[in-house]
Antibody, heavy 116, light 112 residues
Framework: EVQLVESGGGLIHPGGSLRLSCAAS????????MHWVRQRPGEGLEWVSG???????YYPASVKGRFTISRENARDSLALQMNNLGGGDTAIYYC??????????WGQGRLVTVSS | QSALTQPASVSGSPGQSITISCTGS?????????VSWYRQHPNKAPQLMIF???RRPSGISNRFSGSKSGNTASLTISGLQAEDEADYYC????????????FGTGTKVTVL
C-alpha cells in the first residue's frame, strides 16, 4: 500500500523557518517526481514545489527563493524547507506523488500556522 | 499564473448527471493534454479522479468522465450519488509561467 506521511509543521512566528518532511512507503520512491501542495484555510489548492527523479526543482513565484524542496532517495524521504514565513503561508501542506502530469497519491496533510 | 476558473457550486439530484467546467488559457488547459481532476471531502486529502483529460485511475468509477475543448476542460459525474458531494478541483500542467501546475478555483458539488 502506498503511504505518504508528513511530519513537522506547527506554529511559527512571522519571519521564522520551518521544515516539513514526508516519509514514503509502498512504492519505488526514487522513480517518481514528488510535490508539495498547500491549502490555505477555507481556500483552494495551490502547488508550491516539485522535484524530479533527477533532482531538478520547480517553484511558483509565490515561494521561489523562500522554499526549498529536497529528496533523499536512500531514506524514501521528501522535505520542504520554508524560510521567511508570513501569514499567507498559513495552510495545510500536502506531500503528493507525481507520475508525469498528475498527483496520484497524497499524504494526510500537515498544518502550518504563521502567527505572532 | 492565474488559477483556472471553475463555477463555485454545482448541484444535482441523485441519479442525475452534472458537469463541472474548468477554463484556462493557451498556456495551460489549451496547450496540453495534461488536465487532471481531484475530489476532496471535508477535512480529507484530495483524491485523483481523472488524469490526462480523460483517463481514470484504477478503482475510480466509470461514472466519472473528462473531456476538453479548446481552453476549457470538463468533468462529468453521471448517476450522482450522495458520496459525490465534495469539492472538486481541476489542475493543468502549465508552461510559459513560473508554475509547473495550476489548480482551479474549486467547485462545491451538492447532492440535493
Amino acid at each position: 500500500e502506498v503511504q505518504l506521511v508528513e511530519s513537522g509543521g506547527g506554529l511559527i512566528h512571522p519571519g521564522g523557518s520551518l521544515r516539513l518532511s514526508c516519509a514514503a512507503s509502498g512504492f519505488s520512491f526514487q522513480n517518481y517526481d514528488m510535490h508539495w501542495v498547500r491549502q490555505r484555510p477555507g481556500e483552494g489548492l495551490e502547488w508550491v514545489s516539485g522535484i524530479g527523479v533527477g533532482g531538478r526543482t520547480y517553484y511558483p513565484a509565490s515561494v521561489k527563493g523562500r522554499f526549498t524542496i529536497s529528496r533523499e532517495n536512500a531514506r524514501d524521504s521528501l522535505a520542504l524547507q520554508m524560510n521567511n514565513l508570513g501569514g499567507g503561508d498559513t495552510a495545510i501542506y500536502y506531500c503528493a506523488r507525481g507520475p508525469p502530469f498528475a498527483l496520484d497519491q497524497w499524504g494526510q496533510g500537515r498544518l502550518v500556522t504563521v502567527s505572532s | 499564473q492565474s488559477a483556472l476558473t471553475q463555477p463555485a457550486s454545482v448541484s444535482g439530484s441523485p441519479g442525475q448527471s452534472i458537469t463541472i467546467s474548468c477554463t484556462g488559457s493557451n498556456s495551460d488547459v489549451g496547450g496540453h493534454e495534461f488536465v487532471s481532476w481531484y475530489r476532496q471531502h471535508p477535512n480529507k486529502a484530495p483524491q485523483l479522479m481523472i488524469f490526462e483529460v480523460t483517463r481514470r485511475p484504477s478503482g475510480i468509477s466509470n461514472r466519472f468522465s473528462g473531456s476538453k475543448s479548446g481552453n476549457t476542460a470538463s468533468l462529468t459525474i453521471s448517476g450522482l450519488q450522495a458520496e459525490d458531494e465534495a469539492d472538486y478541483y481541476c489542475c493543468s500542467f502549465a508552461s510559459g509561467g513560473s508554475s509547473l501546475y495550476v489548480f482551479g478555483t474549486g467547485t462545491k458539488v451538492t447532492v440535493l
